[in-house]
């Protein structure tokens, strides 16, 4: 996909009354989203280029997995580092730094000569973009006002990240059978390299008025908790839970993210405020972005597997379907700051949690008759409008009445909850799928489970950021019960 360069084309349609966009506005909104929209690529464009890749860098089958864990396991692991580094010493910096640091990893990775150098092209992928998505999305939180510019844009925003996974499913078989897989990290490159010039002089360098110390023994145990949660996780998704270097890196996760915890209840200037984590709106606003994201992973995992294994069909026929699904992103993407501004982010959370999960609930009907591709498309489709719509609300819920010195923080939290929730949901679902004797029933399965999980997310959550009316006006007020 193409982004649009050409600044005098409308963007999505605003919801009533959102000032229009300056020149430099759409400039900065560009700029922001291309990055966004370069790594949610990176997450999907190289795994159809796997079997290629093992084969012309001689990496047998069990270690392609590292393929993408080279990736994940920095790109998770160091968010909420990186989140916090760039509120105190400057986001622009940090931003400008991971953008660097990710042309030149994707050149080393286009270029790689061994199984070792490419990994270490993704691994510095990954830790570029650990510094790219948290800076990002605060960048574009600070410079954006609460209200209906900042839904706009973190609409726009929410639609490039949803579509980049998506396309990149296409794109990667496209690239690969054209090009070769080089192409499909020479294609990161020069994202990279179109973004980076454009940057230092539009984007605004934040500013703290003092310089706290940095939570060195808080960084180290939650980045260790979440490398040890990540790569347990992406382990277990081909090999299982019963291996002991699983095992082991989840207890060691769960020691060292309690140890966080308490870590953070005691020390002065703490990487996490415990106050905010304690908030309504952060706790269950990032419950549904962690449903949202796990759940509709695994549906697209297990769905590939089901057209390809179960209807015969072709990798790029399979691409199509989702392609259909992409364009749904679209204009999911250009309709939910409308319903946000008259249901309000917390109430559209929980209708596109609830409406994710009816749909999915249709891809228990599938058959291995050829029309149940017509139903799958239909179905994977509407389901994403949903999720499109509670990617944009749990962003905007989490992020709204947090001060703009702590942006980067609630910005590290919610692309935190992105990349765990990715990194879930198939080995804790998608497996059931694809270790079953019989692919159609543990496909539907795996839907039936995804659906009672993602409804049962948006009746808690619905609970948990209920709202009251006032005696004085009547009127339903926007702040849950024991915010504060």
Request: aromatic residues 6%.
């Amino acid at each position: 996909m193409a982004i649009d360069t050409d600044l005098t084309t409308p963007l999505p349609s605003p919801p009533p009354g959102t000032p229009r966009m300056s020149r430099r506005d759409k400039l900065v909104l560009f700029v922001l989203c291309a990055a966004q929209f370069m790594v949610a690529l990176d997450f999907s464009v190289l795994n159809v280029a796997l079997p290629v890749l093992g084969a012309d860098l001689g990496m047998d089958r069990s270690a392609l997995q590292w393929a993408v864990t080279a990736f994940a396991l920095p790109s998770g692991g160091f968010l909420l580092l990186f989140g916090r580094i760039g509120d105190l010493y400057g986001r622009r910096r940090l931003f400008l730094v991971g953008l660097g640091l990710f042309a030149a990893a994707s050149v080393l990775a286009t270029l790689a000569w061994d199984p070792a150098s490419f990994l270490a092209g993704r691994a510095l992928q990954g830790l570029g973009a650990a510094m790219i998505v948290p800076t990002g999305m605060s960048l574009l939180t600070t410079t954006f006002a609460e209200g209906p510019a900042r839904d706009r844009a973190l609409g726009i925003s929410g639609t490039l990240m949803s579509l980049g996974f998506t396309i990149g499913v296409v794109a990667g078989g496209v690239l690969t059978d054209t090009l070769g897989w080089r192409s499909t990290m020479g294609l990161l490159a020069l994202f990279a390299l179109v973004v980076l010039p454009l940057a230092p002089g539009l984007l605004p360098e934040s500013r703290t008025p003092s310089r706290p110390h940095l939570d060195v023994p808080g960084a180290v145990t939650v980045t260790g908790g979440l490398l040890a949660l990540i790569y347990a996780l992406t382990t277990a998704a081909d090999h299982g839970f019963a291996r002991a270097d699983v095992l082991a890196t989840l207890v060691l996760g769960a020691a060292l993210l309690t140890s966080f915890a308490v870590i953070e209840s005691r020390t002065p200037e703490p990487l996490v405020s415990l106050p905010m984590l304690r908030r309504r709106t952060v706790a269950w606003g990032n419950l549904g972005g962690l449903v949202t994201f796990s759940m509709m992973s695994t549906v697209v995992f297990v769905l590939t597997l089901y057209l390809q294994g179960v209807l015969g069909l072709s990798a790029w026929e399979t691409g199509l379907v989702f392609g259909v699904q992409g364009i749904a992103s679209v204009a999911a993407g250009s309709l939910t700051p409308r319903f946000v501004g008259r249901l309000g982010a917390r109430r559209t959370l929980v209708v596109s949690l609830a409406g994710q999960g009816l749909f999915t609930g249709g891809l228990l009907l599938l058959d291995a008759h050829s029309w149940s591709v017509w139903l799958a498309t239909a179905a994977v489709s509407l389901a994403s409008v949903f999720h499109l719509g509670a990617i944009i609300s749990y962003g905007l819920t989490v992020t709204s009445g947090v001060p703009d010195e702590e942006q980067g923080l609630a910005t590290g939290l919610v692309t935190s909850t992105q990349q765990v929730g990715i990194t879930v949901g198939v080995p804790l679902l998608g497996v059931l799928a694809t270790t079953s004797g019989d692919l159609l029933g543990g496909t539907r399965t795996v839907m039936a489970l995804d659906t009672g999980i993602v409804l049962a997310a948006a009746v808690l959550v619905a609970a948990g950021l209920r709202t009251r009316r006032t005696r004085a006006s009547g009127t339903v007020e926007t702040e849950p019960l024991g915010t504060r």
